[in-house]
């Protein structure tokens, strides 16, 4: 989204609030959010209108693994032969940021199955509390190459 369509939404909204769409009102509008705009620009990021695309693409991984996972932890916990192999595993982490790395922990918490035990100190690495574990390799290359990935993303 460029800053032509945020203009033009804007003026949109002028018409909308003032109720009336006559062609010099919206002219106004128009020219009332490019004065908004433009006294906002040092801290306007034209990048940043991705940003609800990106965090909705983690909303929605979120909800697609809370299934998965949900479906995966209750076929196990009903079955007769409850074989499980839990471990707890170390997953560097690629993210930096406190805030990346609180919503990494949190979200692998709220996702069945898994739980985030700690963080060392440096905050380099992650460890992890899975329930069943057939490959730690494949644990970390999920997690990493799909809430790490995602969060990397909409944090940037």
């Known amino acids: 989204m460029n800053l032509l369509v945020v203009n033009l939404v804007l003026a949109l909204l002028w018409g909308t609030v003032t109720n009336s769409f006559a062609v010099s009102n919206l002219i106004f509008g128009y020219v009332l959010g490019f004065l908004c705009l433009w006294l906002v620009r040092e801290r306007f990021n034209p990048q940043n ?27 196990d916990t009903l079955s007769p032969r409850m074989e499980f192999r839990p471990a707890i595993i170390a997953f560097p982490l690629e993210l930096e940021n406190e805030v990346g790395i609180m919503l990494l922990a949190n979200l692998i918490t709220l996702t069945p199955g898994t739980l985030s035990v700690d963080v060392s100190t440096d905050r380099s690495t992650l460890y992890i509390h899975a329930m069943d574990v057939d490959d730690p390799d494949a644990l970390r290359a999920d997690i990493r190459n799909g809430f790490e990935r995602r969060i990397r993303e909409a944090l940037e």
Request: hydrophobic share 50%.
């Open 49 to 75: 209108f991705h940003r609800p695309a990106r965090v909705l693409r983690l909303a929605g991984l979120f909800v697609y693994e809370l299934v998965l996972s949900g479906y995966r932890v209750a076929k």
